[in-house]
């Protein structure tokens, strides 16, 4: 059977929102990985974070899982506000200590 | 009574011991009146004992015996046996011991060790007491050592002096040799009868019995234990301890190197006379002579008071035992009680004299003349009339003139072996007899003449010398009186109608018949037959040795060092002890040192060899392992170390320390681990 493109992109199903949350994850990914900031490193988790929260969401409204998707969701981004506090108090006392904030001058557990 | 009473004589100078020794310095003036009032009591009571059994138990005799070890089927008894022989014994014991410890209240004054004195006496004076009453061999040996301990205590009394320790080592070593033959012999005898009493042993012999069936080994039996005679009464070839044991307090040369000690091995003798063999006896009769003769000749040499009567003693104690050897056995014995009398009064008179020297030396402080020697001394005879007088009587008891109590056993010694020669034709042994009856005329008159008469070498010595105190002096007297025939005889010319000659007899010999010495009545007729002949000559030659020592020492007639220089090697000879002691000290004394170096040279050689080679391989194979242990133990060790480090550092690069790093090896990790899971 022929499934044209625009037909496929008109039509939007659970694909297109797990496209969207890879997208997404694989972006965060990308921060968390190369960026040498803390805030940065913080913010690509952030990323990763709401992709999954989109899946959850994405699978809740697709599947039969009912309403838990978004259940799990919401505390996601309770505990992801929740983290961002702790994360920040983390890296503010990092600075503290190391006068920096670039992960690559943080290496005190090196092998 | 014959039974409780010696015990209690045995026991009271055993008490006086135990005091004196524990509680002696916390009692006043040291304890010497107790040890001599417990001495005089025993003294007492033998005296009365002695009188009991002579007068009315002559031919009886008393013994009695508890077991004292129990050994599986072995009984050694602990037993006393009495007779005429003991009951004698035990008097002139307590006699002389009594009156030495009455000399030594004077003599031993302001020692340092007054109260340890007196009890070694005490010591000694129940041991010897011991070997007298004692009824068994085992028991006699036991109270043999302990004399010979009490001797080498109080010959060692002065232990500070190195000659006098020496000097009791000597002595005690020497006897020790005499009595390893002793304890042989008791040991064939006790192998042979299962007993140690002297009865049993001699029934068991009468009966037929041999040890080991020979009678070889009954002579050599009786030898044996002659020869702890031999040690103790110091017979030749043992006879070097005596003179060096001088060394010791004089009192106690008096009481046991003179009067008691050295007679034990003739008491010894006698006790053990049946079961000796006609060649055992003629053995003893020759060493008995050999000492008698070559003691004899020293004495005549030496300088030294109490050196010249100590070869005087072996001589006399030489005689003693030729006598018994001769089987003049009452004669022997009874010289043995008269000999004890004058020589503990010459000893006691010599130290009265070195007493007396060695204060005023001591006043002048003057150390380096020697307090002994007769040269220093003479003209004491004005300064020390009762010493002088009572040393006059002993010299003249033991030189053999009539009325004296020497004159009679000497005589009868004589006779006996003139009668024994008439019996087998020994005529060596009158021969050395009559000799050594002449020399000691001789010395002994030499002895008193330098001492007492004649011009002092130093007047100024000599003025200041006093008289002895009356504790000393009555001691003197009292043996000086005993030394008179009428205690022994009322006979002057013939001791055999005295008491002594009733009360003691020769026992009856109990060997076999082939063996046995002449009997003692054929012994006996003998004796009377030639008893005129050996009287006359025997005065005659004691006389002529007074004679020659006046004309050489007192009219000076005769040249002294002459004589020396016409005797030549002999005098030498005699002078140097004909070289005993050197003789010893080359073959016992270096051959044991010899030994000691042979054994040293194996010890070092040989058996440090062994062990020093198992040290050796047992090092060699330590470092074997050693090696193994830090090569190959240790490598492994290391090797797992080493790898792990490696590993560890290698791996440790993996941690850079930067969290995104570790986060790409978490990501690829899990890419991996999800990849592998899809294809599965």
Redesign the interface.
Known sequence: MEYSIMEWLSDPGLVHFLIVSAMLFSLG?MA???QRNVIM?LMGVELILNSANINFIAFSRFTELSLDGHMIALFVIIIAAAEAAVALAIVLNVYNRFKTIN??E?????? | MFIQLPLLILLLPLLGFILLIFFGKKLPRNGDWLASGLILLAFVFSLFLLVAKITSHSAEVFSSSFVWVVVGSLNIEFGMMIDNLSVIMLVVVTLVSTLVHLFSIGYMKDDVRYSRYYAYLGLFSFSMLGIVITNNLLLMYVFWELVGISSYLLIGHWYEKKSASNAASKAFIVNRIGDFGMFIGIMILFVSFSTFAFESIFESIAAGQLPFESTGWLTAAGILIFCGAVGKSAQFPLHVWLPDAMEGPTPVSALIHAATMVAAGVYLVARIFPMLTADALLIIAYIGAITALIAATIAITQFDIKKVLAYSTISQLGYMIMALGVGAYTAGFMHLVTHAAFKAGLFLGAGSVIYAMHKVLHARNDHHTDAQDIRNMGGLKSKMPYTYWTFLIFTLAISGIPLTSGFLSKDEILAGTLAFSTLNGHWLLPLIGFVVAGLTAFYMFRLLILTFHGKPSDQSTIAGIKESPLVMTIPLMVLAALSLFFFYSYNPFGATSGWFFAAVERPLSIVPELLQPASAALFYEAVSSVHTTAMILSIIIAVGGVVMALSVYQWKKISAEKMAEKAGILYRGASNKWYCDEIYDRTFVAGTFLLTRVMRWFDENIVDGIVNGAAVVTREFSRISKWTDDNVVDGLVNATANSADRAGSLLSKVQSGKVQTYLVYVIFSFLVLFILFIRI
């Open positions: 990914l968390v990985l190369s490193v992960l690559d943080i290496s005190t557990m090196k092998g």
